[in-house]
């Protein structure tokens, strides 16, 4: 099914294509993205220094009252959808909880996550809309920070390649909902106060891509959250996973978790963004995109900035966010389903560390 052909040009285009397992930003590789992710231009890459572009969210009371209003639990529920007016609002996900631990090292190429723990907390759907005035959403992690506000998706979730200050660049009603599960806001909602992504996202988007810049590892964003109605920031509610910063090893067994949704547009598949979803497995490069790792998984759209955790307690539900959803096989190359990350590196260092002081 084509994407609706009033959507603007450029990122909604892209972020909105109908591919079964489109994760956002989905979209053949260019001739410039492969020239990117050889590996001695990774290298040279990863010897400069790079930029980092911020935006402003909700800065005051009224506009936080207005987002937080906005978000209804029908528009959650429908966020995602190509054509919400006439998409049927989805049934809640009642699958029954399971208290007991999964077993280490267990691989799960997609399934409701049932087995509590820390994620269930600090793990959500991230809301937005895009310039066009159609709603989206994305997966998002609170992760340990000085300030104890701060959240990391991907970039492609808050915008679009182009000049930082276009109109149609950002997305905007930012909103986190950590636990998100059939519509509600278990641990409540929070807007976003400051986000930012790296400046390679200020291309020329007649030139540039959102794939080519997401698949030359770029596809790191963080927000700060605003604090709760009395003050206390996120962490303090919701807790925090760790983050770490380092090359990843091939076959390292990592764990990923997201929001997809793309069965609201496609009867095949059956997420809906209801509850969060689960999979684990060994983690390996794409043959397309050598910066991005991944996992045998069947998330969809929705998915997109949700974590990938190494050295996951299955006990306690905590781990290590070592990168965020970018992508599927789609993008990445070999055979799926398969869930690809941008790994955390210098790029993504930089932004964790200014989001500190914010």
């Excluded at 080519?212 to 807790?239: E, F, H, K, S």
């Excluded at 990592?254 to 997420?271: I, Q, S």
Aim: hydrophobic share 30%.
């Amino acid at each position: 099914m084509p994407s609706p052909s009033d959507r603007p040009r450029g990122h909604q285009d892209s972020t909105r294509r109908t591919l079964r397992h489109a994760l956002c930003a989905t979209v053949a590789v260019s001739s410039a993205v492969v020239a990117l992710v050889t590996p001695a231009a990774a290298a040279g890459a990863a010897a400069r220094t790079d930029a980092l572009t911020t935006h402003a969210g909700a800065t005051t009371a009224q506009e936080r009252d207005r987002i937080d209003a906005y978000w209804t639990p029908e528009r959650m529920k429908l966020a995602g959808a190509l054509v919400p007016e006439i998409t049927p609002v989805p049934e809640d996900d009642n699958t029954p909880d399971d208290p007991r631990p999964l077993p280490p090292d267990t691989p799960d190429p997609g399934s409701v996550w049932t087995h509590g723990g820390a994620v269930e907390k600090n793990v959500g759907r991230l809301f937005f809309t895009f310039s066009d005035g159609y709603d989206g959403s994305c997966t998002a992690t609170v992760v340990a920070g000085a300030n104890r506000s701060t959240v990391v998706t991907a970039a492609h979730c808050l915008r679009g390649v182009g000049s930082p200050s276009a109109d149609d660049t950002w997305n905007h009603n930012f909103y986190f909902v950590p636990g998100y599960r059939n519509g509600t806001k278990p641990l409540g909602g929070f807007t976003i106060r400051t986000m930012a992504t790296s400046s390679r996202w200020d291309a020329d988007p007649d030139t540039t891509d959102s794939s080519d810049v997401a698949a030359a590892g770029y596809d790191t964003g963080l927000l700060v959250a605003n604090p709760a109605a009395g003050g206390r920031p996120i962490a303090d509610t919701t807790g925090s996973q760790r983050i770490g910063f380092g090359r990843p090893a091939e076959g390292e067994f990592v764990h990923a978790f997201g929001y997809p949704d793309y069965g609201l547009n496609d009867p095949g598949d059956r997420y809906v963004g209801s509850r969060m979803i689960h999979c684990a497995g060994p983690s390996h490069p794409g043959p397309k995109t050598p910066l991005l790792w991944g996992e045998t998984c069947d998330m969809s759209a929705g998915s997109s900035g949700g974590p990938h955790l190494a050295g996951f307690d299955t006990r306690t539900g905590t781990g290590t966010v070592v990168g965020v959803t970018t992508t599927d096989e789609e993008l990445a190359g070999g055979q799926g389903p398969a869930l690809y990350a941008t790994r955390f590196g210098a790029d993504a260092h930089r932004l964790y560390d200014w989001a500190q002081s914010r």
